[in-house]
T-cell receptor, first 114, second 110 residues
Framework: GENVEQHPSTLSVQEGDSAVIKCTYS??????FPWYKQELGKRPQLIID???NVGEKKDQRIAVTLNKTAKHFSLHITETQPEDSAVYFC?????????????WGAGTKLIIKP | NAGVTQTPKFRVLKTGQSMTLLCAQD?????MYWYRQDPGMGLRLIHY???????AKGEVPDGYNVSRLKKQNFLLGLESAAPSQTSVYFC?????????FGQGTRLTVV
């Protein structure tokens, strides 16, 4: 089955710098890769996603890149701000017959230092 | 359009008591999930459903049961609560790719 590894588990960056979180997946059949942000005490919320037929997607200060050959995808946050402090989860979705399975990474705690 | 709504938001149970958590979604999603999240940890899948009348076990199903009698509702039951079930429980729904989460239920078993 699918396995998603996420690194690093904790990332501390200076406000204004960039942050990069990386995930690798094992099943080449995976075709959809969402990223979620979870603020303290809140629910996980989808912030950006990418499908397997696309190499990069941007939305203002956040971007996601996908390397299908190497089976890894990354979240990039530029010009980090205090409100970016949160736990970020990656996930991979694979289709099994008529059903989908969503497999989660373990999460990265992003700390933005003032 | 409320999205995914969980009831209750908080609950304290005594060991051995039973309770049911209710999840309701108004997005006509086929897939629904129950996760638990322990402090500082990731999401662990308890049970899920790929459609009305169907349920399946996830990663940590022991001690829990579920039912999906209506497409919009997914119930999570604890028959005999244990302190190890103290956690935050999240329900989610999706069309198959990605997921929308409820606000969570903070459950404490004493």
């Amino acid at each position: 089955g699918e396995n998603v590894e996420q690194h690093p588990s904790t990332l501390s960056v200076q406000e204004g710098d960039s942050a990069v979180i990386k995930c690798t997946y094992s099943d080449s059949a995976s075709n959809y890769f969402p990223w979620y942000k979870q603020e303290l005490g809140k629910r996980p919320q989808l912030i950006i996603d990418i499908r397997s037929n696309v190499g990069e997607k941007k939305d203002q200060r956040i971007a996601v890149t996908l390397n299908k050959t190497a089976k890894h995808f990354s979240l990039h946050i530029t010009e980090t701000q205090p409100e970016d402090s949160a736990v970020y989860f990656c996930a991979a979705t694979q289709r099994r017959g008529s059903n989908y399975q969503l497999i989660w990474g373990a999460g990265t705690k992003l700390i933005i230092k003032p | 359009n409320a999205g995914v709504t969980q009831t209750p938001k908080f609950r304290v149970l005594k060991t051995g008591q039973s309770m049911t958590l209710l999840c309701a979604q108004d997005m006509n999603h086929e897939y629904m999930y129950w996760y638990r999240q322990d402090p500082g940890m990731g999401l662990r899948l308890i049970h899920y459903s790929v459609g009305e009348g169907t349920t399946a076990k996830g990663e940590v199903p022991d001690g829990y049961n579920v039912s999906r009698l209506k497409k919009q509702n997914f119930l999570l039951g604890l028959e005999s609560a244990a302190p190890s079930q103290t956690s935050v429980y999240f329900c989610a729904s999706s069309l198959g790719q990605g997921a929308f989460f409820g606000q969570g239920t903070r459950l404490t078993v004493v």
